[in-house]
């Protein structure tokens, strides 16, 4: 993340797209860590200047959810229609309100695939 704010033009923006802790991919792909929605909290600026030790300060601009799991690498999914048809309708129930999708949705109705943060460098 320091490299990432040391190239970033200020007020500039960063998209990070990484795997949900609750996506049900782990067992397919090859990430080591998944996040949550509070992971970039440590890089804000309300946390820089209590607990984080870290130069990368960012404002966090948008964090949405991403319910539908990434388009195969070969081929295209038979029901990739129904998969889209689903995010259109999961994807914005979720994102309606993060913790509370986080906390309940997650555990008793299924995960989402990624989330994606929108990120903006706090450089004067």
Partial sequence: MEEIYRILKPKG????KVPHFSSRMDYWTEH???FSSYWFDYFTISNIETVAKTKAKFEILKKRFI?????????????Q????????I?????????????????????GFAEIE????????
Avoid: M, Q
């Fill in 13 to 16: 923006k960063v998209i990070i």
């Fill in 32 to 34: 080591k860590h998944y």
């Fill in 67 to 79: 319910w539908s799991p990434p388009e195969p690498k070969h081929g295209k999914n038979k029901f």
């Fill in 81 to 88: 229609t129904i998969i889209n048809i689903l995010n259109s």
């Fill in 90 to 110: 999961i994807s914005p129930l979720g994102n309606l309100n993060i913790d509370i999708a986080e906390r309940l949705w997650c555990y008793y109705v299924g």
């Fill in 117 to 124: 943060f929108i990120l903006e460098s706090c450089k004067k």
